[in-house]
């Protein structure tokens, strides 16, 4: 079991950021990436971005981030970090960390991960 635990969240304005962490405990070597979806209430979750914790293939976002938000990851930590930038309303959403062997597609296994988080609020306000 990989337990995942989420920080970083809270209230902001428009054009405001906020940096979240995700620290992975347990059997995490039986994970290969890590990454954020988010959910807002009424609407359908939505993978953010993604990294590979293992190898050097990469990191993967959502257009509606590309360019605001970087993902990050601390192997020492087993913790990956979510930088947001430029954060605008429509960005307000309970945000998920996920972790899984399976990494494939990039921006889809995010939301069927083997191991979810509790989920921290992200909240987007003037």
């Known amino acids: 079991q990989v337990h995942l635990e989420e920080s970083g969240g809270g209230s902001v304005q428009p054009g405001g950021s906020l940096r979240l962490s995700c620290v992975a405990s347990g059997y995490t070597y039986s994970t290969n990436c890590m990454g954020w979806f988010r959910q807002a209430p009424g609407k359908e979750r939505e993978g953010v971005a993604t990294?590979?914790?293992?190898?050097?293939?990469?990191?993967y976002y959502a257009d509606s981030v590309k360019g605001r938000f970087t993902i990050s990851h601390v192997n020492a930590k087993n913790t990956v970090y979510l930088q947001m930038n430029s954060l605008k309303p429509e960005d307000t959403a309970m945000y998920y960390c996920?972790?899984?062997?399976?990494?494939?597609?990039?921006?889809?296994?995010?939301?069927?991960?083997?191991?979810w988080g509790q989920g921290t609020q992200v909240t987007v306000s003037s």
């Open positions: 996920a972790a899984d062997v399976n990494c494939y597609p990039p921006m889809a296994w995010v939301l069927t991960g083997d191991y």
């Open positions: 990294i590979y914790t293992t190898g050097s293939a990469g990191a």
